[in-house]
């Protein structure tokens, strides 16, 4: 995990300097840009009868359409590197390699990097289907913990929710709709932070659920499952926040993970 960490630390880096460096350029192109097209027009005010050769110029370039989509055009990929480096800083604040130590985080936006993270995924390429994120946030503090190892089991956690809907749509009798991921938090009162993801997918089995935090045990076909993300994640709630991680599920109904973690890890 320590050297993944390291990896994704040091591809986030290499891609943010020449974003940074793009976008901060566009600026003065798009700047650059629209005082030439105000020069144009002046000249087409002050001049509206120009020669054949800039007529026949003016025709062939169509410069009315021009001075609109070439604005667009720069918008567009300000948009674009803006994406790139929220999706950069998303990396950055869901793996925090460099932080093996306990960190002082707010919860929220390790939720949020990781939805940005998975959000490719929420769109079925093969159906049309698309996860609707529905967020209930809480009043939460800041909490003290080991701030990757926390995202990395909302990461685990979401990604099989994605994948149980997606399974869901796919069987014959479903009747699932609307797609549905929601999240929830809230602090209770002995400074306990709650954080509830549910989905409504195909639902688990009784006589699985005991099982789900197992090492190695998965529900998904060869190939597609470790077994290890529930496992890893049950460890790192449980041993090394002290907190509990909890699974409530129906058949046909969806499945709820419930963490719950104290607000300051004790040593």
Same mark, same amino acid.
């Given at each position: ?108 936006? #390790?939720?949020?990097?990781? %939805?940005? @993270? ?9 159906? =049309? +289907? *698309?996860?609707? $994120? ?90 597609? #499952?470790?077994?290890?993300? %529930?496992? @890893? ?9 002290? =907190? +509990? *991680?909890?699974? $409530? ?19």
């Amino acid at each position: 995990m320590a050297v993944l960490g390291q990896l994704v630390a040091g591809i986030a880096h290499e891609i943010n300097n020449p974003v940074n460096f793009i976008a901060g350029n566009l600026v003065y192109a798009i700047n650059y840009t629209q005082d030439l097209l105000q020069l144009i027009s002046l000249y087409q005010h002050h001049y509206p009868a120009p020669v054949a050769e800039i007529k026949a110029a003016i025709a062939e370039m169509e410069l009315e359409f021009l001075t609109v989509d070439y604005l667009k055009l720069l918008d567009s990929m300000k948009f674009g590197t803006e994406r790139i480096q929220e999706i950069v800083l998303s990396l950055r604040n869901f793996s925090r390699l460099d932080e093996s130590d306990k960190k002082i985080v707010d919860i929220h936006e #390790g939720i949020d990097s990781t %939805l940005i @993270i998975l959000q490719s995924r929420l769109l079925n390429q093969e159906t =049309g +289907q *698309l996860i609707t $994120i529905e967020k209930e946030y809480g009043n939460l503090p800041l909490v003290e913990c080991y701030a990757g190892l926390i995202n990395q089991v909302f990461m685990n956690i979401l990604s099989n929710a994605i994948d149980a809907i997606f399974e869901s749509f796919e069987s014959a009798s479903s009747t699932l709709k609307s797609p549905i991921i929601r999240i929830r938090t809230e602090v209770t009162d002995n400074r306990q932070v709650v954080i509830r993801i549910a989905d409504n997918g195909t639902g688990i089995p009784k006589d699985i659920q005991k099982r789900l935090f197992d090492p190695f045990f998965t529900t998904k076909p060869v190939g597609k #499952g470790t077994g290890l993300g %529930l496992s @890893i994640s049950y460890q790192i709630v449980v041993e090394k926040h002290c =907190g +509990q *991680l909890q699974c $409530i599920s129906t058949i046909k109904e969806g499945t709820e993970f419930i963490i719950t973690i104290s607000v300051e890890l004790n040593s």
